[in-house]
């Protein structure tokens, strides 16, 4: 019966994960863990030492990725058992669960603690500043097309997708992108 719970839970397929591994275990090799996560794009990773209900230090790390998979799928490629993989909800939450940010009860972590791919980066960062409604973002895209003034399109939005990126908005853009065009168009 496990078996098959196990197989309908892993049909499932998301694009954010965070995985716990240790310095030793009989399961994996932890220099091809950390080998395999370093082949990824975009990654973190942070070593924790044991809290008062541990016993050994581990490692958590956020793995975003491209196209979405299973867990299951996500273990094989990193080399470690299935249930040491979890998706994540939410983004902001995951990265800053590796600084214990918003964990007074636990050890707390310096960023510079964490390990983080180059390409991830700025958005792990935006992480850890305030965070915005997604009402105040499309705002500030709204604000930004009305307040740039450009004589053509392809110029405008050269510098809307420039802005989008820069404040990490995409994922908001992503989701209201037909009506931001639109507006876009409108305000030549």
């Known amino acids: 019966m496990k078996k098959k719970q196990e197989q309908i839970i ?15 275990s009989k399961h994996y090799n932890f220099n091809d863990v950390i080998f395999n996560i370093h082949s990824l794009k975009y990654y973190a990773y942070i070593k924790h030492e044991p809290e008062t209900d541990e016993k050994i230090a581990h490692y958590h790390a956020f793995i975003h990725l491209d196209s979405a998979t299973t867990e299951g799928s996500l273990a094989k490629r990193i080399g470690i058992p299935r249930s040491k993989v979890q998706y994540v ?6 990265c800053r669960y590796l600084t214990h940010i918003d964990y ?9 603690d964490v390990k983080v791919s180059g390409l991830f980066k700025r958005k792990f960062l ?12 499309i705002q500030d895209i709204y604000n930004f097309i009305d307040n740039f003034h450009c004589d053509t399109y392809v110029e405008k939005l050269k510098q809307l997708i420039i802005f989008i ?3 990490c908005y995409d994922t908001v853009y992503k989701r209201y992108r037909p009506e931001f065009l639109d507006y876009l168009k409108m305000n030549l």
Not at 104 to 112: A, E, G, P, R, W
Not at 128 to 137: A, L, N, P
């Open 89 to 94: 909800k939410n983004v902001r939450g995951g």
């Open 165 to 167: 990126n820069i404040n």
């Open 10 to 24: 892993d049909t499932k397929r998301y694009r954010n994960f965070m995985i716990l591994f240790y310095d030793e």
């Open 104 to 112: 007074d009860d636990k050890i707390q972590y310096s960023l510079d």
């Open 126 to 137: 935006k992480n850890f500043e305030d965070v915005k409604t997604e009402e105040e973002i």
